[in-house]
């Protein structure tokens, strides 16, 4: 069992930059983030749960949406075990709630039936 803990969300003005933490613990057997996929989901009011940024933590390669593509930036380290999200360049339509998810065998990595373990999620909220 693994517990992945967000951090870091709040409120920003349009234009500002936050970063998210995922804190990954509890799996005794496979204790480091490497051993999984890991990927920041999103879910704005009243829309469906999107990928957002995903990361294959053995060889550092990133994958992002068309949405936030160079804006944002997934990061890992593996000593702290912590799965991060630079968000900068902030949109109004980047207000969701952000949960950084783990995965041991992904297919599509934007979608979350891949993903295994789930945060309970940090708020954003863009204002203009």
């Not at 890992?76 to 207000?95: F, I, P, V, W």
Request: charged share 15%; hydrophobic share 35%; glycine share 12%.
């Amino acid at each position: 069992q693994v517990q992945l803990v967000e951090s870091g969300g709040g409120s920003v003005q349009a234009g500002g930059s936050l970063r998210l933490s995922c804190v990954a613990s509890g799996d005794s057997h496979m204790p480091y983030i490497t051993t999984y996929w890991m990927t920041w989901f999103r879910q704005a009011p009243g829309k469906e749960r999107e990928g957002v940024a995903g990361l294959a933590t053995r060889t550092g390669s990133a994958l992002y949406a068309d949405s936030v593509r160079g804006r944002f930036t997934v990061s890992q380290d593996n000593a702290k075990n912590t799965l991060y999200l630079q968000m900068s360049n902030l949109k109004l339509e980047d207000t969701a709630i952000y949960c950084c998810a783990a995965g041991r065998s992904i297919g599509v990595w934007s979608r979350e039936n891949y993903y295994q373990y789930w945060g309970q999620g940090a708020h954003v909220t863009v204002s203009s």
